[in-house]
């Protein structure tokens, strides 16, 4: 038997930082790796009441087991997409927000313009 | 909807977490790439190329100065970092499954008996540095790692990996490109009836199998210099029960004898070697080529003559991707290099279309049929994408 093998970069470089905070960049991959794990935990309740809907009972071995056939996993895909879309919600309304007008300038423009005396 | 990736005796998925750990991966990349990258596209209208204008004078030139506009924004940093995270995440929702279930999977992969191809190792072929310089498209280990003796494990994780990379997009047996592009063959030239075909840089072979399909009567062979790779790619088309013989060479400098081949093919190869590795590829393609025989290479779209917006589309996966011959790949003149590779002009051959299937039949049809399909050869990922073929007569 040979040791365990590890999976590591050979010679993958340095991470790259988009953000002028290499930090902000990390929040981001903490971020969506926590709404992986979410969506883990949420696959598996789901797995768990479609065991319980079959069967009534329940065992750790029948969760483990349990693999989505296709109509189960196209299910899981709309639910997980339209998760996704929640979930970024607020990246999706910066770019609705480019092509509309500045509300707060807007507002701005208003309240100089009824300064004036 | 998006089918699941087709179940063989050696697809490692992991356990019941695992797997909808990488199924969510894969949402969420496509997710990012199609729908938050599809806003770029206003970001930069309506924000960054102002704002690059404002500051120089100018607007951005080409794809460079375009993505320097882009990164400047805070959509385009977003954008930027999400991708790349979901990169990263791809490969570590394999790698724990891939490194469990081993030794016991590198035993099962040296304990196949062979039925339909075989495999033929060749422990003198060198890496070139265009594949070790950088773990390409971030996966751990790369191609060619080998982290114990007769290992597979790098191409378990690139076959799960490439299937949650590509969305499902390229079908269960990820071989969309490589059918499309036989289909091409097929259908632009019925009279061509190829009986030893070659892939050269066939990774795991999924874009190589698909010719048995559709030339079912031709002997098909693929080379790479990656061997855990190839063990892989092998014991998977044992699995799939596909004939096919699979060779560690260098497709620069194969062992095969002159004129070998009626058929030459590759699949997204060019953009991962260099330029003289191109140039050698091509003269060894010309070598092994019978007369009257073809090759054909299939690549991604093209920055030449595109608006600067898309070739930043393009250009990204260069810098942040690990593709670092993609960029020069985009400046190269394919015909210019096949004539220097010996072959003529009036014999080079241009083709574009999109993958089959994601379009109707008889506009893949017309792709594949049509005089000038390289015409309008732009698209950006996560939209129809028209690939490119570039080939040669001999």
Request: negative net charge.
């Amino acid at each position: 038997m040979s040791d365990k093998i590890k999976i590591t970069p050979v010679n993958r470089g340095k991470r790259p930082a988009f953000f002028d905070d290499p930090a902000i960049d990390q929040l981001m991959a903490i971020v969506m790796s926590m709404s992986a794990e979410m969506s883990v935990l949420y696959d598996r309740v789901d797995t768990i009441e479609r065991l319980l809907d079959n069967k009534g009972t329940l065992s750790r071995d029948d969760i483990e087991a349990f693999r989505p056939d296709q109509d189960t996993e196209d299910e899981r895909n709309v639910r997980r997409n339209e998760y996704i879309a929640r979930l970024f919600r607020i990246i999706h309304e910066e770019r609705e927000s480019l092509v509309s007008h500045d509300k707060m300038d807007e507002y701005n423009e208003l309240m100089d313009e009824l300064a004036k005396p | 909807m998006v089918q699941q990736q087709k179940q063989h005796d050696f697809l490692i998925t992991g356990t019941h977490d695992e797997a909808n750990r990488q199924a969510y991966t894969a949402n969420l990349r496509m997710h990012v790439l199609a729908k938050i990258g599809e806003g770029l596209k206003d970001v930069y209208d309506h924000k960054a190329a102002p704002a690059f204008e404002k500051a120089t004078g100018r607007a951005p030139k080409d794809g460079r100065e375009a993505m320097k506009a882009i990164l400047d924004d805070p959509y385009g940093k977003t954008w930027s970092s999400m991708i790349h995270t979901c990169q990263e995440m791809i490969w570590d929702s394999v790698r724990p499954a891939v490194e469990r279930a081993q030794p016991e999977f590198n035993e099962k992969v040296r304990g196949l008996n062979a039925q339909h191809g075989s495999l033929t190792l060749d422990p003198g072929v060198e890496v070139p540095r265009y594949v070790s310089a950088s773990d390409i498209h971030l996966m751990p280990g790369n191609y060619h790692t080998e982290h114990d003796k007769d290992d597979s494990t790098q191409g378990a994780l690139f076959d799960r990996g490439l299937y949650l990379y590509q969305g499902g997009f390229a079908g269960p047996l990820c071989d969309n490109n490589g059918r499309s592009q036989a289909e091409v063959i097929k259908r632009r030239w019925p009279d061509f009836k190829p009986q030893k075909i070659l892939d050269i840089g066939c990774t795991v072979g999924n874009n190589t199998l698909p010719y048995a399909d559709i030339f079912p009567d031709a002997e098909l062979h693929a080379v790479d210099v990656a061997a855990p790779c190839l063990r892989y790619g092998h014991a998977r088309a044992e699995a799939l029960g596909v004939p096919c013989h699979f060779h560690q060479m260098n497709a620069e400098d194969t062992a095969f004898e002159d004129e070998s081949f009626d058929l030459i093919v590759s699949c997204i190869l060019f953009h991962e070697t260099s330029r003289t590795g191109l140039a050698k590829i091509l003269k060894e393609c010309r070598r092994l080529l019978k007369p009257g025989g073809m090759m054909l290479h299939m690549e991604v779209p093209r920055t030449e003559g595109l608006d600067p917006y898309s070739a930043f589309r393009l250009d990204w996966d260069t810098y942040y991707n690990n593709e670092p011959f993609l960029s020069t790949w985009m400046r190269t003149n394919v015909s210019d290099a096949c004539v220097d590779a010996g072959f003529d002009a009036e014999e080079y051959i241009h083709i574009a279309a999109p993958d089959l299937g994601s379009v109707p039949d008889e506009e893949f049809e017309r792709y594949a049929t049509a005089e000038d399909s390289a015409s309008s050869t732009h698209g950006h990922w996560g939209e129809l994408v028209l690939w490119n073929m570039y080939g040669a007569w001999k």
